[in-house]
């Protein structure tokens, strides 16, 4: 199982054709939107009728649970999300082309800029109750799973054999059984694995969430995330590492009882599984114990009946089957939808002229583009330390089984904590030593998101076939030669889909890493994402929103003229089988 | 001819559309009945729109022009009443044996109790006692098929469709589930009163069914219907089974051939479709027909059981080796050239060359592309050039495997390179 690149390395064209265009309109209108009623309703703070937060290691496993079912609540608003969207980008071909470009442009906005620009809505919701700061944290989390598990469900629905829709058709299933019977458990195992991908992401957006501060509104939701963050203004070492092993507690529970289980239980949805090799799927204590359970049963009876008597009330009957809609009543629906668009986006537009009629002036873009290059330099620089570091050795362990299966999954938790939580650590040492921080801030965006090249290059090696390498044992081909024409080959596609994901990850968590704290004292690289911050801290809706639009602007860019060429061209190369 | 008719197909038209806006002509003016208690074949070689009938007729997909109508009533949709066997089995691999033959019956929203008892009598039935709560994955290609049919079955359909039902299967776990259906098929114990089935294996369709019907390609339409009156069981040595064989060989031979014999008199251009057929086929049946006992001349029946060849596979050798005049094929015999005798006894170099004279020759195209190559200063030419040209005259896929089919051919004859990472052709060869 891989994880999938984002949108635009998907797309075929190179070029962004006008529905891309359309896309980054109606988000950036959206957003504008929002920043612009956030601008609008920003008065004092109302005292929120919270606790403080205590510093006692007792009160850390209330603060983990509260912090987990955060991620609970946010991972159902993501599924139903996916159901909806996907499948109507998948049916329909008239939504798909606006409704697949918009996941790329959504793929591409630092998760961080939609919390900046929500918050005082959220806030609003319920003014006065700590309510409104619990949505907005939820709603971050949101943004930072559903975009990936919603594309992964798109793309399992278009490849969803035709055997199988055509049998399910001809035995009169309707488009609801079909749904719930044949898309949803096809796109199971692909879905369940991007999920589990997207959780890992999320643990470092929930834990910075907890405690956020936009212009003079700041929220200090209980969890482990607020917890840190009132460590690090008191300097309290100890209880720092508290929190970071509750923190390593609380993924491994999520590990064992939801994902494992999950993963284990998908495997039976895979349809490339010939024999009996479930590698991936795995064994998982917790399942067998749901399995035996009588309790599950009770539960899960009745709604498997629900479910079945579902698919009998809209089963269609025999003769007559589909019937194609008529020409002219599709032909209005073209006619609606295009004008729906042709409103929206000028509304769009209307608000993002109205947004910059007082311009920020140029010298304040080029400010803000020279500091996007200053990122994307740390960004591609870390990047290519990782690569470095983590290839060769995800290849010699990957070669390795009995290494892979225990180093495998150590990899895939780490990429699931939140680096975010070590941060007060390295700003110790860096302050202790007095370092520069524009160099030295750097490695803290990819302290979270390396792992991904590693795991993926493990999975890579470990895919080698057994008759390559027999048959480069055989002829002796050893040294720098066999990495030259073997390793580096055989895992290169697998590397380079790491690398997409550990460099978007980079550029999302650079907001955080370019400007860190410990206790009064703030460190600040000069880039993008200590700009965006800092126009946060300040409530400076203006410089966020251009902030915003031109990183994403870069991300965009960089994965169509510099990943997108090398995937494809790595996909026809070098993938095996 | 007292039975019911179950099927009525009238002069059924579908076209697919082409991305120049054009319209691909897949099925044109196809007639047939299936009546009650019979078994039609449809045979013809694969791309002919066999497939695409079928999912006319289960409602699958709508015809252009023309009726379907069964049970006197017009077909749109999936009807219940029409069953299908699929080629790839098409099981749902996250469903048991029981719960796959189930679910046919679960969207007729038949009472809990019935259901089961219908799907265990057809699991029953087809041979799958104790398999009841496998996945198919665990089951092997024969046993995934057994549960296709009991699905299939388990409606309880008028008619059963078949699409090549048995070649994903290894010969003999093929021959066993023919025999076992058309044993089933002889008690009456199968709750079904017609069977449509498709294939492209000539012995197949002359033991299984009562009418065979042979389609032609481009578009497809039913040609010729041959009638096999055997008396069931059938033995495949039979005298009278082999004559139905070799009677349908000549059949399919004529009108393949014929095509190609007669193209060269109107001049096989550009615009020629070709397919491609790889060198070492070419070679490997020259050699074949040339060592004893054919001695330089074959039957093609007995040609194709002896290299284990399908018709499929067989009849583009065979074209390709008429359009390089390396031999002649005609009803249902291949006779092998001077040229094509030349070819068998010589080494590599001297094949090479004899093969590059018969591309320069007879294939335009070949000829074409190396004109150009030798015209122009660098000797080379992008891929773009002779692509354009090609699909004046034809699909896009056509024009992709045509220029596949030469490449391959030059690179055998050595009459030109090609180089898939800069798609340009050149006159180098790696030295």
């Known amino acids: 199982m891989r994880i999938l690149p984002p949108v635009s390395i998907e797309a075929r064209r190179l070029l962004p054709g006008p529905w891309d265009l359309l896309a980054a309109v109606l988000v950036l209108g959206f957003i504008v939107l929002l920043a612009d009623a956030s601008q609008a309703v920003i008065q004092p703070l109302s005292n929120l009728n919270q606790k403080p937060i205590s510093l006692d290691p007792s009160a850390l496993p209330g603060y983990a649970l509260r912090t987990g079912l955060r991620m609970l609540v946010a991972l159902g608003l993501s599924l139903a999300f996916t159901f909806s969207y996907a499948t109507w980008a998948a049916k329909s071909q008239r939504a798909g082309t606006l409704l697949v470009p918009l996941l790329d442009i959504l793929q591409s906005i630092p998760i961080f800029g939609f919390l900046s620009v929500t918050l005082a809505f959220f806030l609003s919701l319920a003014p006065g109750r700590i309510l409104g700061a619990e949505f907005a944290a939820i709603f971050l989390i949101f943004t930072s799973q559903a975009w990936n598990m919603a594309f992964s469900f798109y793309q399992s629905l278009r490849t969803v054999p035709t055997e199988l829709e055509e049998a399910g058709r001809l035995f009169g299933l309707s488009a609801w059984a079909r749904f719930w019977r044949i898309e949803v458990p096809f796109g199971m195992p692909q879905l369940i694995w991007n999920m589990m991908m997207s959780m890992s992401g999320a643990w470092f957006f929930v834990v910075a969430a907890e405690a956020f501060t936009v212009g003079n509104r700041s929220i200090t939701l209980?969890?482990?995330?607020?917890?840190?963050?009132?460590?690090?203004?008191?300097?309290?070492?100890?209880?720092?590492?508290?929190?970071?092993?509750?923190?390593?507690?609380?993924?491994?529970?999520?590990?064992?009882?939801?994902?494992?289980?999950?993963?284990?239980?998908?495997?039976?949805?895979?349809?490339?599984?010939?024999?009996?090799?479930?590698?991936?799927?795995?064994e998982s204590w917790a399942l067998s114990m749901f399995r035996r359970s009588k309790l599950i049963d009770a539960i899960g009876v009745p709604f498997d009946r629900m479910m079945h008597w579902t698919y009998r009330l809209s089963a269609p009957i025999s003769v007559g089957g589909a019937k194609a809609p008529s020409a002219v009543r599709s032909k209005v629906a073209t006619i609606v939808w295009y004008l729906f668009l042709a409103g929206a986006a000028a509304y769009a537009l209307w608000q993002i002229v109205g947004f910059a009629a007082i311009p920020l002036g140029f010298g304040e873009l080029l400010n803000i583009v020279l500091r996007g290059f200053a990122t994307l330099t740390r960004v591609v620089v870390m990047i290519a330390l990782a690569s470095v570091i983590w290839t060769p050795i995800g290849i010699y362990v990957g070669l390795r089984p009995h290494l892979s299966r225990v180093v495998q999954p150590v990899a895939q938790f780490l990429a699931a904590f939140p680096v975010n939580l070590l941060f007060p650590i390295v700003v110790f040492l860096i302050v202790s030593w007095n370092l520069n921080p524009d160099i030295w801030l750097s490695p803290l965006m990819v302290l979270g998101t390396q792992w991904y090249i590693l795991f993926n290059v493990i999975a890579g090696a470990s895919a080698l076939p057994r008759e390559?390498?027999?048959?480069?044992?055989?002829?002796?081909?050893?040294?720098?030669?066999?990495?030259?024409?073997?390793?580096?080959?055989?895992?290169?596609?697998?590397?380079?889909?790491?690398?997409?994901?550990?460099?978007?990850?980079?550029?999302?968590?650079?907001?955080?890493?370019?400007?860190?704290?410990?206790?009064?004292?703030?460190?600040?690289?000069?880039?993008l994402g200590a700009y965006i911050t800092d126009a946060t801290t300040a409530g400076n809706f203006r410089k966020i929103v251009l902030g915003i639009a031109v990183m994403s602007f870069f991300v965009v860019v960089v994965n169509r003229l510099f990943w997108r060429p090398l995937y494809w061209y790595a996909e026809r190369k070098f993938r095996l089988g | 001819m007292g039975a019911a008719t179950l099927l009525d197909v009238h002069e059924v038209r579908r076209t697919f559309p082409k991305p120049g806006g054009d319209e691909l002509l897949v099925l044109d003016g196809v007639n047939l009945t299936l009546r009650e208690g019979e078994i039609v074949g449809l045979l013809g070689r694969s791309g002919s729109g066999k497939s695409t009938l079928l999912r006319l007729i289960a409602g699958l997909a709508k015809p252009q022009g023309g009726t379907l109508t069964y049970l006197g009533q017009t077909i749109d949709g999936p009807a219940h009443g029409i069953a299908m066997v699929f080629q790839s089995f098409a099981l749902f691999p996250w469903l048991t044996v029981l719960e796959n033959v189930q679910l046919g019956l679960e969207a007729l929203t038949l009472p809990e109790k019935e259901i089961r008892t219908r799907a265990l009598q057809a699991i029953d039935l087809i041979g799958l006692d104790g398999y009841e709560s496998a996945y198919p994955r665990e089951l092997s290609g024969g046993m995934r098929q057994r549960v296709g049919f009991a699905r299939a079955l388990v409606v309880h359909p008028n008619i059963l469709m078949m699409d090549e039902p048995f070649s994903a299967l290894d010969v003999l776990t093929a021959e066993n589930l023919r025999t076992d259906f058309l044993d089933l098929w002889a008690d009456k114990k199968l709750p079904i009163k017609g069977v449509l089935l498709v294939t492209h294996n000539i012995e197949e369709a002359v033991q299984m069914c009562d009418r065979v019907l042979l389609f032609s390609t481009n578009p497809g339409r039913v040609v010729t219907e041959i009638p096999i009156t055997i008396p069931r069981p059938r033995e495949r040595t039979d005298p009278a089974f082999e004559d139905y064989v070799d009677r349908i060989y000549v059949e399919m031979t004529a009108r393949r051939v014929e095509r190609v014999r007669t193209a060269p008199a109107a001049g096989v251009n550009l615009g020629t479709p070709l397919t491609h057929v790889s060198s070492s086929l070419v070679a490997g049946l020259i050699e074949a027909v040339a060592a004893p006992p054919y001695n330089g001349k074959a039957d093609l029946p007995d040609i194709a059981s002896d290299l284990q060849l399908e018709i499929d596979e067989l009849f583009p050798v065979a074209e390709a080796l008429q359009l390089l005049k390396l031999a002649d094929v005609e009803g249902g015999d291949i006779k092998l050239t001077h040229m094509g005798k030349r070819f068998a006894d010589a080494e590599t170099n001297e094949r090479k060359e004899i093969f590059s004279r018969a591309l320069m020759a007879n294939v335009p195209l070949a000829a074409h592309i190396r004109r150009v190559l030798d015209e122009r200063a660098g000797h080379s030419a992008p891929r773009r050039r002779f692509i354009d040209e090609l699909e004046d005259h034809m699909t896009e896929e056509a024009a992709a495997e045509t220029l596949r089919a030469v490449i391959s051919w030059a690179r055998f004859a050595e009459l030109f390179s090609y180089d898939k990472e800069s798609e340009t052709f050149s006159l180098e060869n790696p030295t």
């Open chain 1, 222 to 282: 209980p969890g482990i995330g607020s917890y840190i963050a009132t460590a690090v203004t008191a300097k309290d070492m100890p209880a720092i590492f508290w929190a970071i092993l509750a923190m390593l507690i609380v993924i491994l529970i999520y590990d064992q009882l939801l994902f494992r289980p999950l993963v284990a239980w998908a495997d039976r949805f895979r349809i490339d599984a010939d024999t009996n090799d479930s590698d991936e799927g795995g």
């Open chain 1, 468 to 527: 390559l390498r027999d048959a480069s044992d055989s002829f002796q081909i050893k040294g720098w030669l066999w990495w030259r024409k073997v390793a580096l080959p055989a895992v290169f596609p697998y590397y380079l889909t790491g690398a997409i994901t550990a460099s978007g990850g980079s550029w999302n968590a650079a907001v955080l890493a370019e400007i860190v704290e410990w206790g009064h004292k703030t460190l600040r690289a000069y880039g």
